[in-house]
C-alpha cells in the first residue's frame, strides 16, 4: 500500500466482467467489441470513478471495454429494469407481456422464482428475452452520429462495477517496509434451485490473477500439496523462484476504519467477534497486539487475555 495503514482497515478492490460474459451480452445485442457507443443529451450514464456523463454532453466509448472494466452485469437485475426491457419488446407480445409481468407487483412470485432464486444476470435475461436484446443493439433511425437510445437506458440502469472491500488481515509492523499487506478470502461459488453454478466476481479475478502471476497453474502439475497457510505458500515461492504477491498489480484502494481498531493498551482484554466481517480483521489485530508486546521488556504490564 502507498499509505500507512491499520489493522481493521480495509482494501477496496476492483476486478472486471469476464470476457466470456461480455460476449455473450456483445451476441445477445448483435453487436462487436469495438463498437462505438455514442450518448447524446438524455438519461444520465454514471460509471464513476471513471466515466461520467451529465444530461447535454456527448461522449463516445468502445462498447467492449466499457462492458468488460466499467459496468455491472453481475447482480440480480431489478424489476425497473425488466419493466424497461418490456418497452423495448413491443415486436414481440409475448416478451413484452413476460417482462411487464415479472416486474410488476402481481409478478413478484414468479420474480422471485424465475429471477432472484436462479441469480440470473442482465446477460442471462437478454438471452431468455432475444427480441428485446436485439433492439438494444438497433440504431436510432436517422441519428448522426450513430445513437444507441436503448442501450444507453440499459446501462444507465445497469451502473458502475463497484469495488469489493476486503479487510486487512495483518499488521504493517510485521513488515519492515511497514506498508506491505495481506488480504484473505473465500472462493464464492453456489448452485441456484436449478443446480446452475455461480460464482463469486471478485474472488475469482482475484484467484486468476494469483494463478496467472505466480505460474501455479495447474497447481497439481507443480505442487505436491495444497498450501494451507501463507507461510507455506512463501516458502514454496521462494523455492521456485517465482514472482511475489507484491508484484502482482491490481486496481485498488486503501479504506480506513478509524472506529474498529485494537486497542493500544496491552492489559486490556481483547474478546474479538465477527459477525459479519469474519476472522480475517482479526488476525490483523493478534498480529498487531503480538508486535506490540514485543516491544515492552520482560518486567512491564502482564497482557489482557485475547479470546476469538
Not at 425488466?82 to 415479472?102: G, I, N, P, T
Not at 469495488?163 to 484473505?184: E, K, M, T
Request: glycine share 6%; hydrophobic share 35%.
Amino acid at each position: 500500500t502507498e499509505k500507512a495503514y491499520l489493522p481493521g482497515d480495509a482494501i477496496g478492490v476492483f476486478s472486471h466482467n469476464p470476457l466470456s460474459l461480455v460476449l455473450r451480452f456483445l451476441r445477445a445485442t448483435g453487436l462487436s467489441y469495438d463498437s462505438e457507443f455514442k450518448t447524446l443529451p438524455g438519461p444520465s450514464i454514471n460509471v464513476e470513478p471513471w466515466i461520467s456523463t451529465s444530461k447535454g454532453q456527448t461522449s463516445s466509448f468502445f462498447l467492449g471495454p466499457l462492458l468488460e472494466w466499467r459496468m455491472n452485469l453481475t447482480s440480480i437485475p431489478t424489476k425497473a429494469l425488466l419493466r424497461l426491457l418490456s418497452e423495448y419488446a413491443s415486436d414481440q407480445v409475448e416478451e413484452k407481456d413476460r417482462l411487464a409481468h415479472l416486474g410488476s407487483l402481481k409478478g413478484k412470485n414468479d420474480y422471485a422464482q424465475e429471477i432472484e432464486a436462479e441469480s440470473l444476470s442482465i446477460v442471462d435475461v437478454l438471452e431468455k428475452f432475444p427480441g428485446a436484446a436485439k433492439r438494444l443493439g438497433t440504431p436510432e433511425t436517422g441519428s448522426s452520429p450513430t445513437e444507441y437510445k436503448a442501450l444507453g437506458h440499459l446501462l444507465s440502469h445497469l451502473g458502475p462495477l463497484k469495488p469489493r472491500f476486503y479487510s486487512f488481515c495483518s499488521s504493517p509492523h510485521q513488515f519492515q517496509d511497514q506498508r506491505s499487506a495481506r488480504i484473505a478470502f473465500s472462493l464464492l461459488e453456489y448452485a441456484t434451485t436449478s443446480k446452475t453454478r455461480r460464482y463469486g466476481l471478485t474472488t475469482h479475478f482475484l484467484q486468476s490473477v494469483c494463478h496467472q502471476k505466480l505460474g501455479l497453474i495447474p497447481r497439481s502439475n507443480q505442487l505436491d500439496t495444497t498450501p494451507s497457510t501463507f507461510e507455506e505458500w512463501e516458502t514454496i515461492l521462494n523455492e521456485k523462484n517465482v514472482q511475489t504477491f507484491k508484484e502482482t498489480k491490481i486496481w485498488a484502494f486503501h479504506r480506513p476504519a478509524p472506529h474498529f481498531q485494537p486497542p493500544t493498551d496491552l492489559t486490556r482484554p481483547l474478546l474479538m467477534v465477527g459477525p459479519g466481517t469474519g476472522v480475517a480483521p482479526f488476525v490483523g489485530f493478534l498480529h498487531d497486539r503480538r508486535w506490540r508486546k514485543a516491544q515492552e521488556s520482560q518486567d512491564e504490564k502482564i497482557t489482557g487475555e485475547t479470546w476469538l
